[in-house]
């Protein structure tokens, strides 16, 4: 079954604490990016990634990190998260020019 | 960047039609509206894109105005598990941003 599949689901942390949400997808697309999802707010990009080892910033890249190593994966890395980074998290792919396949979504708590 | 407004809202009854209107009045000629819809504790979901014509597809139809300062979501039979909060986006060709405002989350009565 063609899917994005984030991990994982649900993650409370403390502030300073590293960690990586992954992301993969069976649909060998070249295209995948990292939103949050706040109330109010609805989706920003965090980052995304045109192909293996192509990386740019979205509207709100600041305390994330990411790299895209192999086409399939595409983790979010938070090097020392904060409060202020809690938020639904959605990873979606595509081919170029083609609509997106969203994850079901990272909750992520930081206390 | 192209923004859209959507109302925050709308409610509907079950089988009967609905229309989503989205206001884009600063698109350009490279950008796609495409529609995305998000139920609940899920991802957005694809549901339908156009650049100038009319589009149908087996979950909606996209009515584009002649000037394309504004499209509408027609869903043709509302049924309860199309209660979710639909976003208008403009996509522009070449250019992999898609930008999500708040959506019109959508109400479907029994």
């Known amino acids: 079954e063609a899917q994005v599949t984030q991990n994982p689901r649900y993650l409370i942390t403390v502030t300073g604490k590293k960690l990586t949400v992954t992301c993969s997808q069976n649909?060998?697309?070249?295209?995948m990016s990292w939103y949050r999802q706040d109330p109010g707010l609805g989706l920003r990009q965090i980052y995304y990634?045109?192909?293996?080892?192509?990386?740019d910033k979205g509207d709100v890249p600041e305390g994330y990190k990411v790299s895209r190593k192999e086409k399939r994966n595409f983790p979010l890395i938070l090097e020392s998260p904060s409060p202020n980074q809690t938020s639904l998290y959605f990873c979606a792919s595509s081919f170029y020019n083609s609509p997106l396949h969203f994850g079901n979504g990272t909750r992520l708590t930081v206390t | 960047d192209a923004k859209t407004t959507q109302p925050n809202s709308m409610e509907s009854n079950e089988e009967e039609p609905v229309h989503l209107p989205c206001n884009h009045s600063t698109i350009s000629g490279t950008d796609y509206i495409h529609w995305y819809r998000q139920l609940p504790s899920q991802g957005p979901e694809y549901v339908i894109h156009?650049?100038?014509s009319n589009v149908n597809n087996r979950m909606a139809s996209l009515a584009i105005a002649e000037d394309r300062k504004s499209s509408t979501l027609i869903l043709h039979r509302a049924t309860l598990r199309d209660a979710a909060v639909y976003y208008c986006i403009l996509k522009r060709y070449n250019f992999n941003k898609f930008y999500f405002g708040s959506g019109t989350k959508l109400n479907v009565k029994p």
């Open positions: 990634s045109m192909n293996v080892e192509v990386t």
């Open positions: 649909m060998n697309h070249e295209y």
């Open positions: 156009g650049l100038t």
